[in-house]
């Protein structure tokens, strides 16, 4: 037999407060829609809106496939050994081109950003140098290095240098002053410094750097591969745009572009798990 303490507890949980009668409902707090449902939801409308263009006669098939045949293409090139073995050389210049610039981008971008009798100096020649497209320098390189993987490399590297060294001389400079002071009042050295203020206040910025140089660097090659190199996704696609096979060449396209959101998503995830108060820092300034 239930007590009396027992019963009341009961209905206190079972009769749910209502809202006083006439007053506003209490709105219900809704879920976020995951950010790959947006994405899956923004491809859809894109392969719509393509197939109603072709469809319309706005555009002639021949010029614009329809988006099934292209689709069909994609899983073509997928299982397509040659093809998969440009995609290798495309990725290999990239890569090379990300630790070459790494290499001497952040060390020099710290070194500028921490003294500041370099920095102002440095400052003009680096916007002078970052003013420059690298594909100005596309005839140079193909003096120099021929139509190889080097001429993709040296331009690609070029592109990237300036903003990993912007972002690491920036990154140095927004530095918090007062923990520079705090650091300095325990009778930290520059090398301790550097190692244990100024690097993890700067490697938010310097992550953002190596971010948009990914992105910076694909699309230099891919462009360098366009414009005559003799291997890379962009040689395939331009040897399928002379064999006037447009469905061939919009789905190495499409290709590209996957292949893109997956570096930036790739370097997106590192950057979570390998500076995480980066992403704190973000959403604070928001």
Do not use: C
């Not at 410094?193 to 230099?220: Q, Y």
């Amino acid at each position: 037999m239930a007590t009396g303490v027992g019963v009341t507890q009961t209905v206190e949980s079972t009769v749910r407060p209502t809202p006083p009668s006439g007053g506003p409902t209490p709105a219900r707090r809704r879920r976020p829609v995951p950010d790959w449902v947006i994405g899956l939801a923004g491809v859809a409308t894109m392969l719509v809106l393509w197939d109603l263009v072709v469809r319309s006669g706005a555009v002639s098939p021949d010029s614009l496939p329809y988006p099934g045949t292209t689709l069909l293409r994609v899983g073509e090139l997928l299982v397509d050994p040659t093809f998969l073995t440009e995609v290798g050389h495309t990725l290999w210049a990239w890569l090379i081109a990300m630790v070459a610039a790494s290499a001497v981008g952040i060390p020099l971008g710290l070194t500028l950003g921490y003294f500041s009798a370099l920095n102002r100096p440095a400052s003009s020649v680096v916007h002078a140098g970052r003013s420059i497209p690298s594909s100005a320098f596309l005839p140079i390189a193909i003096l120099l290095f021929g139509l190889g993987t080097q001429m993709k490399v040296a331009l690609a590297i070029y592109a990237i240098f300036w903003p990993i060294l912007l972002n690491a001389m920036y990154g140095v400079r927004d530095t918090e002053p007062l923990m520079l002071a705090t650091g300095r009042s325990m009778g930290w050295g520059r090398l301790r410094l550097l190692r244990r203020v100024v690097l993890p206040s700067a490697a938010p910025s310097i992550a953002t750097g190596l971010r948009v140089a990914s992105s910076t660097a694909l699309i230099v090659v891919l462009s360098a591969e366009l414009l005559g190199a003799t291997s890379g996704v962009g040689n395939v696609i331009t040897t399928y745009q002379q064999a006037q096979r447009p469905d061939f060449v919009y789905a190495g396209i499409l290709l590209v572009g996957v292949l893109g959101m997956l570096l930036y998503y790739g370097f997106n995830l590192a950057e979570r798990l390998v500076v995480p108060w980066g992403q704190a820092q973000r959403e604070g300034g928001k």
